[in-house]
């Protein structure tokens, strides 16, 4: 696996070793050594999370104020357009964000570490998406910003006008959002 720096330095593109044939590929997608060793630290995962969305769907953008949750995300069907906005107010990123393209064409993964805002937009007609959490899912402390914020500048590839649930429409501006020490 390789790990690729992204505009946020903790924030890391990984791409994993894909061996393909005439029956398939394989592919390692985690391994916890060699993930220590790309991230210079140790990462344990507690718990694994699944979800199926049609095109246009936007999740997010979520974090929790406690309890912070370090993301491991891949798309194992369809393609995704996935972001993570630095919300520590210690770093000197705090408010940016970084975007890429996971696919289950590209096999590509990112790490997003605890202290940022997750979401991400269904660019194919469905999409699966898979991630690792450092931490348990705790509703009473989980937060979102604002999709669409002009301060936060994200250039989501839309189309059209995107599928939002009732929590991410009620979003809160970055300037109005909690955010971490």
Same mark, same amino acid.
């Given at each position: 696996? #390789?790990?690729?720096e992204?505009?946020?330095p903790?924030?890391?593109?990984?791409?994993?070793r894909v061996?393909?044939?005439?029956?398939?590929?394989?592919?390692? %997608?985690?391994?916890?050594?060699?993930?220590?060793? =790309?991230?210079?630290?140790?990462?344990?995962?507690?718990?694994? /999370?699944?979800?199926?969305?049609?095109?246009?769907?936007?999740?997010?953008?979520h974090?929790?104020?406690?309890?912070?949750?370090?993301?491991?995300? $891949?798309?194992?069907?369809?393609?995704?357009?996935?972001?993570?906005?630095?919300? $520590?107010?210690?770093?000197?990123?705090? &408010?940016h964000?970084?975007? %890429?393209i =996971?696919?289950?064409? /590209?096999h590509?993964?990112?790490?997003?570490?605890?202290?940022?805002?997750?979401?991400f937009?269904?660019?194919?007609?469905?999409?699966?998406?898979?991630?690792? %959490?450092?931490?348990?899912y705790?509703?009473?402390? #989980? $937060? %979102?910003?604002?999709?669409?914020?002009?301060?936060? &500048?994200?250039?989501?590839?839309?189309?059209?006008a995107?599928?939002?649930?009732?929590?991410?429409q009620? &979003?809160r501006?970055?300037?109005?959002? #909690?955010?971490?020490?």
């Open positions: 696996m #390789e790990a690729c992204t505009a946020i903790d924030v890391k593109i990984l791409k994993p061996f393909s044939d005439e029956r398939g590929f394989f592919m390692e %997608t985690y391994n916890r050594r060699v993930l220590s060793q =790309l991230l210079d630290t140790d990462v344990e995962f507690v718990q694994d /999370n699944h979800s199926a969305s049609v095109r246009n769907v936007l999740r997010g953008l974090y929790q104020i406690h309890q912070p949750q370090g993301k491991l995300v $891949r798309v194992i069907s369809g393609e995704v357009f996935d972001v993570a906005v630095d919300m $520590r107010k210690s770093s000197a990123y705090f &408010g964000s970084v975007s %890429t =996971l696919s289950a064409d /590209n590509e993964q990112m790490w997003i570490p605890p202290g940022f805002a997750h979401g937009l269904v660019l194919s007609e469905r999409a699966e998406f898979l991630y690792k %959490t450092t931490d348990f705790a509703p009473e402390y #989980e $937060r %979102t910003l604002l999709w669409n914020d002009p301060d936060l &500048g994200i250039d989501w590839p839309l189309t059209s995107p599928i939002l649930s009732d929590k991410d009620q &979003g501006p970055f300037t109005e959002a #909690e955010a971490y020490p």
